[in-house]
């Protein structure tokens, strides 16, 4: 059983910055992929990105490429979101999942077995 826990959402002016992490309770060496999925109020879960723990190639949705990047530390076991240049449109609950096998979408939410129980970001305009 892999338990996440996510920290460093917050409320962020338009155009600011904020980091987020992802810890694992144990050990990530089973863990094949994690990702960062977001809901807004009254929005589907949304993909927002994703890596791959062994060799840490990443995948962004088309919104957040060039302003977010995910990255890990296989050391602390925590993955990382850093959000740059953030818009209100950003304004969600995020939320980090690990996968321990190849996910066959890894867009989707059931390609992920365990999941944080998120961390609110707000972007004020």
């Known amino acids: 059983q892999v338990q996440l826990v996510e920290s460093g959402g917050g409320l962020v002016q338009a155009g600011g910055s904020l980091r987020l992490s992802c810890a694992a309770s144990?050990?990530?060496?089973?863990?094949?992929?994690m990702a960062w999925f977001r809901q807004a109020p009254g929005k589907e879960r949304e993909f927002v990105g994703r890596?791959?723990?062994?060799?840490?190639?990443?995948y962004y949705t088309d919104s957040v490429k060039g302003r977010f990047t995910i990255s890990r530390d296989n050391a602390k076991n925590t993955m990382y979101l850093q959000m740059n240049s953030l818009k209100p449109e950003d304004t969600a609950g995020y939320y980090c999942?690990?996968?321990?096998?190849?996910?066959?979408?890894?867009?989707?939410?059931?390609?992920?077995?365990?999941w944080g129980q998120g961390t609110q970001v707000t972007v004020s305009s």
């Open positions: 999942a690990a996968a321990i096998v190849s996910p066959l979408w890894p867009r989707t939410e059931r390609s992920y077995g365990y």
């Open positions: 890596i791959a723990w062994s060799g840490g190639s990443t």
């Open positions: 144990k050990p990530t060496a089973r863990i094949h992929t």
